[in-house]
């Protein structure tokens, strides 16, 4: 069964810095684009960011260009998020994702972590 659990959420002050890990099990780990996205009560998910399987091509949000950076190292079926410069209207759950496409569509996302509470603030 495929699983990814997120990690390392938590409560920061504004411009404070958190690391997000996301580890996989139950699928090719290697074979699949992973994204990061946020939601908010009552508001749609939204991506963040994403990593490709192969190239490594990474695309992110404007809202946080510049402030977060994904990695992954597939030797440990993990993806991590660094997000630093963290402002109030960061604050939602995150969620990995996992997709054989490299694409912020949410939709085209087959696994769901649970999700980790982010909460920045000011």
């Known amino acids: 069964e495929a699983q990814l659990v997120e990690s390392g959420g938590g409560l920061v002050q504004a411009g404070g810095s958190l690391t997000l890990s996301c580890v996989a099990s139950?699928?090719?780990?290697?074979?699949?684009?992973i994204g990061w996205f946020r939601q908010v009560a009552g508001k749609e998910r939204e991506g963040v960011s994403c990593l490709s399987a192969i190239d490594r091509d990474t695309d992110y949000a404007d809202a946080v260009k510049g402030r977060f950076t994904i990695s992954r190292d597939n030797a440990k079926n993990t993806v991590y998020l660094q997000m630093n410069r963290l402002k109030p209207e960061d604050t939602a759950v995150y969620y990995c994702a996992a997709s054989q496409k490299f694409t912020v569509v949410t939709g085209d996302y087959a696994y769901w972590g649970q999700g980790t509470q982010v909460t920045v603030s000011s």
């Open positions: 139950g699928f090719t780990f290697d074979d699949y684009a």
